[in-house]
């Protein structure tokens, strides 16, 4: 929050909570931290059903998680369309391969829309530190240039600024305190997990690791040379 200076006083912030751990931990962080003088904020809850992806998570022990942390929790309803009839142009026809990236746009659209509804100026997402490496060599790999999901990101067509508030915890350190706090798993995996590039950037990244164990480090220090992780 100091590094990148993510929250300020009045800040009205909506939580994408998925019901992982990452989201999960982001949320229960979030509003132990609000009830703190300094600074001054609020934070509200969005989970977000897909109709057609068997990606299920149990909204009753969200509703308890949320209560417990005195926080209000906004259930929505999705979905999108997969296969020939959603293809209208030649765009969307690439995209037709890419079921998370459909899904993962709906999703956001639903926050998007909500929090302004709200009155809400921030939302945060729950990526990690690995989200953001990862994506920085998926982008290098694929795209051909060096970039990443930024800590903190100001909408450029709406009021609205996207953080990231656990953009410099390591996985592993979120996985140890879900475990020790016995925050409940999903029913349900997402059936397209481990179908993307991500996953095979993942197991590059684990054999980078494994040649380098300073390699985040180092990985983190070029984004932050470069001026990736704030785009204002």
């Known amino acids: 929050m100091a590094t990148y200076h993510l929250i300020e006083d009045d800040d009205r912030i909506l939580v994408g909570l998925s019901g992982g751990k990452d989201s999960l931990l982001l949320l229960e962080l979030l509003a132990k931290r609000a009830k703190i003088d300094h600074p001054r904020f609020s934070?509200?809850?969005l989970h977000v059903r897909m109709e057609n992806i068997h990606y299920e998570t149990d909204t009753s022990y969200l509703q308890w998680f949320c209560e417990a942390l005195n926080v209000r929790l906004h259930v929505k309803t999705t979905s999108f369309e997969i296969g020939p009839e959603a293809i209208k142009n030649s765009?969307?026809?690439r995209r037709q391969k890419q079921p998370c990236f459909l899904c993962s746009w709906n999703r956001r659209k639903?926050?998007?829309n909500l929090a302004q509804e709200l009155g809400c100026n921030k939302i945060a997402l729950g990526h990690h530190q690995d989200d953001l490496i990862h994506t920085a060599l998926m982008n290098l790999?694929?795209?051909g240039r060096f970039d990443t999901m930024p800590a903190l990101l100001k909408?450029?067509?709406m009021p609205l600024t996207i953080i990231r508030p656990l953009c410099m915890i390591e996985e592993q350190d979120i996985k140890a305190y879900a475990e020790l706090?016995?925050?409940q798993k999903q029913k349900k995996l997402c059936p397209y997990e481990t179908d993307s590039h991500r996953s095979d950037i993942k197991r590059l990244y684990d054999a980078i690791e494994q040649i380098n164990p300073?390699?985040?480090y180092s990985i983190w220090r070029a984004l932050n040379a470069d001026n990736k992780l704030l785009e204002e």
Request: charged share 35%; hydrophobic share 40%.
């Open 214 to 216: 300073e390699a985040r």
């Open 141 to 143: 790999t694929f795209q």
């Open 155 to 157: 909408m450029r067509k």
């Open 181 to 183: 706090q016995g925050y």
């Open 91 to 93: 765009r969307d026809a």
């Open 110 to 112: 639903q926050i998007f």
């Open 43 to 45: 934070v509200e809850a």
